[in-house]
């Protein structure tokens, strides 16, 4: 009897080894090379495009993005066709993979929101297609005005802290929206950058952090380290898609990504 529990259980460990690896986390990603702008450059500024599992340092080869733009001062610009191939290797010890990156000259005053739309990524572990709507904000010379506009994707978190000049310890709250409307209870998955694999976990648990929205689709985090963290709130669309003769489903997920600093 002991002896077949055991067996049970080393099954059972042996599934959620094998499931584990694409199962959990992933991220769309959008990340500037800077998120406060002060000083004009003649350099554009670049927005790496990717897909991955940001804390445990594995990234996916990214199809080239069905949508990816700029609005500020109320104006949206896409930047689809002027995006350039990348090979990116985020982690030590990684594979190189294919990734996107955004070009645009932050020349006037407000904050810039990037977003793009992938297109949708088949993942086998989840029987699954995921298309992440994500976005991030770049505050530009000191102008803080745009960043809790709405660009109006399929779901999107809208901020309700300012997403910029984070200290670690702050509290940051968005709402959850999709289709344009609160998404009451949606799970939020939170993920830092761990850029080099420097940080460790003591248990899977401490790789994803999870919250909740409350009634009116808010959630709240307290940020605990600096770097950039990562907000993925997830539904399944009311859509799906075909693939080898069966409908799947498509887990969308509104991504925002933010960055804290130390208390100087
Ligand atoms: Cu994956």
Known sequence: MKQKKTIVSLALLAVSILASPDAHAHFGMTIPTENIVEETSREPLKVNLMFAHPFEGRSMNMEKPATAGVLH????????DKLKALDLTMYADEK????????H?????GDYIFFMEPKPYWEPAEDSYIVHYTKVIVNAFGKEVGWDEEVGMKTEIVPLTRPYGLYVGNVFQGV??????????????????NRGGQSKVQATPFVTQVVK?????????A?????????????????TLERGGREKPVEIGAVLWVKAEDFR
């Open 176 to 193: 959850v929206k999709v289709d344009g409307k609160p998404a009451p209870f949606t799970e939020v998955e939170v993920e830092y950058f």
């Open 73 to 80: 001062n109320g104006q949206k610009t896409l930047l689809t």
């Open 96 to 103: 190189p993979s294919r990734a996107w990156r955004a070009y």
């Open 105 to 109: 000259s932050i020349d006037s005053p």
């Open 213 to 221: 929205a409350d009634a009116n689709g808010v959630f709240t985090y």
């Open 223 to 239: 940020i605990p380290k600096a770097g950039w963290w990562g907000f993925a709130a997830l539904s399944t669309d009311s859509r």
